[in-house]
């Protein structure tokens, strides 16, 4: 038991989310003008991907187990790819990596930063929830931006190493109730300010008349989730 101390007309675009583990089918939507620019969505996506590589860095110095620093640098490291194949890229289509993501950089990192838990569990439970939903939302537009979202989305499916994270989260709560009810609640807190980044990366001057549209992607992100939550005991 614990003691405590303590979101001209163009081509006509697609929305799809992945399937992730047992999905089933995904929900396509025509998403129009909804997707944001290009350089805006590689400029994001980049640096969601540093901002976790940060995060799980950050959990390694504070975790004494040598074990858990094994599983968490093997996560750490897949974003770290991620990070610098997304920025490849970008350098590919002759644009400054840094100057695409900077506009992000404030926004992000001050998601990141409400995604800080008091305990480092709960950071990690927050490293995997956010990075699994924003990964298949930007992995979803992607493909709005073909031969380079087809690019971007072969590189956000790579492997993300979490599996030993849930093995992780999974042991912290068998047979502890007060482990199991802390991590329940700090997800479903985290659920709402991971579909706000979400949200505010679509194109905001069509929202307000599209948001009928945007409904139905937000119920798959949730299906996934709630999965990921059951397949590790917590309620979603």
Request: glycine share 6%; hydrophobic share 45%.
């Amino acid at each position: 038991m614990v003691h405590w101390f303590w979101k001209r007309s163009k081509p006509r675009r697609t929305f799809t989310l992945r399937a992730r583990g047992d999905l089933g089918g995904a929900t396509r939507i025509d998403f129009a003008e909804l997707a944001p620019e290009l350089n805006r969505f590689l400029g994001q996506a980049a640096y969601l991907q540093l901002g976790y590589f940060e995060t799980l860095t950050r959990l390694i110095r504070a975790t004494p187990e040598l074990e858990e620093k094994a599983a968490l640098s093997g996560a750490a490291g897949a974003a770290l790819e991620k990070h610098r194949a997304i920025i490849e890229v970008i350098r590919t289509k002759g644009e400054d990596p840094t100057e695409l993501m900077r506009p992000s950089q404030d926004h992000l990192d001050a998601f990141r930063r409400k995604t800080i838990g008091a305990r480092p569990r709960e950071t990690l439970l927050a490293v995997y929830i956010t990075a699994a939903l924003l990964d298949d939302f930007y992995l979803a537009l992607a493909s709005s931006y073909g031969d380079t979202g087809d690019k971007v989305a072969r590189i956000l499916s790579a492997d993300d190493h979490t599996d030993h994270i849930v093995t992780i989260l999974k042991a912290t709560i068998e047979g502890d109730d007060e482990w199991r009810s802390l991590l329940s609640m700090w997800a479903r807190r985290l659920v709402g300010d991971t579909i706000l980044v979400a949200r505010s990366s679509l194109r905001p001057e069509h929202l307000a008349v599209d948001e009928g549209r945007i409904e139905p992607v937000y119920t798959e992100l949730m299906g996934a989730h709630a999965r990921r939550m059951d397949a590790m005991g917590l309620a979603a």
